[in-house]
């Protein structure tokens, strides 16, 4: 079997993956507008807001196939920043001060990114990961990140209900078009980068969270490099790409963070942040 790893190529479509953000009952939804569904109850799955595909000849010897051989897409994560503060009505009635991104929460921030049951790929091959047909390879893939937080938390000092004031979440990420073939070798053809971040201020009006300001939030991707990825970070996992997976990671870190809350990851204040509008809840 030749691989012809000149030939491969990455076309990405990301031009409707637009940052807003959804009110809940209960939390508060950073999401990329395609692909979201608000009617569902699950507001952490769902459909790709961008897509890519990748695509690279193959040149098969008589008798050859690729039933033992795997192409797609492996993705890894880096968590920059998740924090969720939260403000009384008045400025005695205090704030709170969330840090997900943290240890001892967070036990790493750069993981693989995908889901076990399919390691290292970003999809499962009953998903069509890839398919072979007059002689290329076609992988694709496609992401919705979103974060998600709760509207309202009891602050542990003023045993006052305080209410969602700002959400930060930034997060970067590379996409990497690769093969690896029965012995779990991998190659790389190509990859690209991006980031995405979701900030918003809140204020309150008769009892619901608008968005007041979402400076910063934005999406952007960079443009398609032939190879593998140089960053001296992530060069451990490209040689052997492997969990845990950083959604995992967060779940846990997230239910710490419910449970028993460490200093460095909740802080409870009797007064109100001073950045905090007057008018911030009417």
């Not at 704030?95 to 990114?113: C, K, V």
């Not at 509207?151 to 542990?156: A, G, I, Q, T, V």
């Not at 779990?184 to 053809?189: A, E, G, H, L, S």
């Not at 451990?236 to 710490?256: F, S, T, W």
């Amino acid at each position: 079997m030749f691989i012809n790893a000149a030939s491969a190529a990455i076309t990405l479509k990301t031009g409707n993956a637009k940052p807003e953000f959804h009110i809940r009952d209960k939390t508060v939804v950073g999401h990329l507008t395609n692909g979201y569904d608000p009617t569902t109850a699950d507001a952490v799955r769902m459909n790709e807001a961008w897509s890519a595909t990748g695509t690279v000849r193959v040149t098969l010897n008589p008798g050859e196939s690729l039933n033992d051989d795997q192409f797609g897409f492996v993705q890894f994560l880096r968590y920059k920043t998740t924090e969720f503060h939260y403000a009384g009505k008045s400025p005695d009635e205090g704030s709170i001060s969330i840090f997900m991104n943290r240890a001892p929460a967070l036990t790493q921030t750069l993981a693989l990114d995908g889901e076990e049951t399919f390691t290292p790929w970003t999809k499962d091959q009953n998903q069509k990961r890839f398919t072979f047909a007059a002689g290329v390879v076609t992988a694709v893939t496609g992401d919705h990140p979103m974060v998600k937080g709760g509207r309202e938390l009891d602050n542990k000092k003023t045993n006052k209900k305080n209410f969602l004031f700002h959400l930060i979440d930034e997060r970067e990420f590379t996409t990497v078009f690769a093969h690896s073939d029965p012995k779990f070798k991998f190659q790389y053809f190509a990859h690209f980068n991006w980031r995405l971040r979701y900030e918003a201020k809140f204020n309150w009006r008769q009892g619901n969270p608008l968005v007041a300001s979402r400076d910063g939030t934005g999406i952007k991707f960079d443009s398609v490099v032939k190879g593998p990825p140089t960053d001296s970070s992530l060069q451990e996992l490209l040689a052997d790409p492997k969990g845990p997976m950083a959604n995992n990671l967060m779940l846990k870190a997230v239910e710490q963070v419910i449970r028993t809350p460490a200093p460095e990851n909740r802080k409870d204040f009797d007064k109100r942040f001073a950045n905090v509008s007057p008018t911030f809840v009417l």
